[in-house]
């Protein structure tokens, strides 16, 4: 059996996510928490993933890419709803995308999650 992947302690809140961003900075595990600005349809290649805007309280938006086939999908979402979340968090131009918002299944990864009206999907 492979050896688990190293737990990275997560940054939390939108200082850090703001400074990551600043930075360029990928592969870093986050905790935060922001409200829906825009749904958006699922991505529908490989692995497919609910997709989703949130506007973080520092102005800042996250593309968050939350893997369906692994998780549960949040069918109740709507633009306006706060979502806390910890995934993966990765560098573009727009301020940046969370994916790994899921439990690993392998054990490979640290695991995520994403928390709306006091459901955990993971």
Known sequence: MADAAPRRAAIKGDA?????YRNRTSDLIVDGVGRVERLLSDDLEG?????FILRLGSGQSLLISHNIDVAPRINT??????VRF???YEWNQQ?????????DPKDWHADGWLE???????
């Open 47 to 51: 692995s497919r993933h609910q997709r």
């Open 86 to 88: 910890r995934g993966e």
């Open 16 to 20: 850090e996510l703001m400074e990551a």
């Open 95 to 103: 301020g940046g995308l969370v994916h790994w918002t899921h439990d």
């Open 116 to 122: 709306h009206n006091g459901v955990r999907y993971e």
């Open 77 to 82: 979402l709507r633009v306006g709803d706060q």
